[in-house]
């Protein structure tokens, strides 16, 4: 697959990615290499990843436990310790090799040990592909607040492996593919067209789906990188995603839910809120909603899980003197960003949702 230019860095695919590696590891003249993965990505995807990494730079891993709940800045004080421990200097280069929360994370200590050393996102999920190791956020949550703590800066480079997707279950590669649908409703209906059909994931074009996501998500961050105008797109689904998301993670009393169903949800509220304001048609709405649901397992809320969610919305990092922001779709292919929602059709929309 032909390599994707973003910004200030590339988007390698499978060897050409390793070969690169390789090249960058020589010429840049590296002190010491330091792998971030957890406990997953260790045992599945470590031993090709090194099979593969040519160099004769001494290596050492650092393994974190694995899960949302360990993105925060306690794991980042122990990462910065080990770094120090173990030699990390100005001239080390971070690799992180995992999902979101490893890109997310990795990316976060890398841009503030030292001030600042290399980094190179190898993503092993889908979700990571698709999007985490995309467009230079890197963070942790604050608490059970989403990415409440980070920084806006690049990568060295992002390498895609598809090959590492093998090791998934298949409620990881529908996270993922949350992303992926959303793409599509953001920005390309004929890409979401191709995304409706739920055998896309177990297709042997999902290589292509998944480059043509890369893809899409490059061409609107490029456009803006710091979020001040139209990158703002990607968070369609996001805002009461993040709050569904949250509320489950912290609640001793839910089954913690993965990103992607999380957004799952909110994609179908936020299309409902779409309709409301006349954004998009009831069957634009009714097709998004059919798709979706037909996806992902549906989640029982109360009238307190939705009022719990809702005031978590004031949290959200996207907004703006108080006013809670909304990505909206503006047909399916099309958004409209800097929407407001009042709490009634916010609950509104739960309750479609539910029936």
């Keep these: 697959m032909q390599t994707i230019q973003a910004n200030n860095y590339n988007v390698f695919f499978k060897e050409n990615g390793y070969q690169y590696l390789s090249e960058i590891l020589l010429v840049e003249n590296y002190s010491k290499i330091f792998i971030i993965a957890d406990e997953n990505t260790s045992s599945h995807c470590l031993p090709r990843f090194l099979s593969l990494l040519a160099t004769n730079i001494e290596i ?15 794991t980042c004080l122990q990462v910065w310790h080990s770094l120090t421990e173990l030699g990390g200097d100005r001239k080390s280069i971070i690799l992180n090799l ?5 890109t997310d994370i990795g990316g976060f200590i890398a841009c503030t040990f030292k001030r600042g050393i290399d980094f190179i996102n190898i993503p092993t999920t889908l979700l990571s592909m698709v999007d985490a190791s995309i467009g230079g ?13 980070g920084i806006i800066r690049e990568p060295k480079a992002v390498i895609i492996d598809t090959q590492y997707l093998e090791t998934l279950e298949g409620n990881q590669m529908r996270s993922g593919f949350a992303e992926m649908l959303k793409h599509g409703l953001i920005y390309d209906r004929t890409y979401w067209n ?10 042997e074009d999902l290589d292509d789906l998944i480059y043509e996501s890369v893809q899409i998500k490059n ?15 990607l968070n369609y689904g996001h805002t009461l995603g993040h709050a569904i998301e949250s509320y489950y993670l912290e ?13 799952a949800i909110g994609m179908i509220l ?8 006349g954004f998009i048609t009831n069957e634009e709405y ?16 109360n009238e307190t899980d939705i009022k719990n969610c809702i005031d978590l919305l004031i949290y959200d990092k996207k907004n703006e003197f108080g006013t809670i922001q909304f990505a909206l779709l503006e047909g399916i292919g099309s958004i409209k960003i800097n929407q407001q929602s009042d709490n009634e059709l916010i609950y509104r929309a739960f309750n479609d949702y539910k029936s």
């Design 286 to 301: 009714q097709e998004i909603k059919y798709v979706i649901s037909d996806i992902y397992d549906f989640v029982e809320f």
């Design 270 to 277: 936020e299309a409902f809120i779409s309709k409301e304001k």
């Design 251 to 263: 609640s001793s009393e839910k089954t913690s839910l993965l990103h992607g169903e999380a957004i």
């Design 60 to 74: 050492e891993i650092i393994e974190l436990e694995a899960g949302e709940e360990n993105k925060n800045i306690e």
């Design 219 to 233: 061409n609107i961050v490029s456009e803006d990188i710091t979020e001040n105008g139209i990158r703002k797109a």
């Design 98 to 102: 995992g999902g979101g929360v490893i």
């Design 137 to 149: 956020k890197n963070g942790v949550d604050l608490g059970n607040l989403k990415n409440q703590i």
């Design 194 to 203: 191709k995304l409706k059909d739920t055998t896309a994931l177990n297709t």
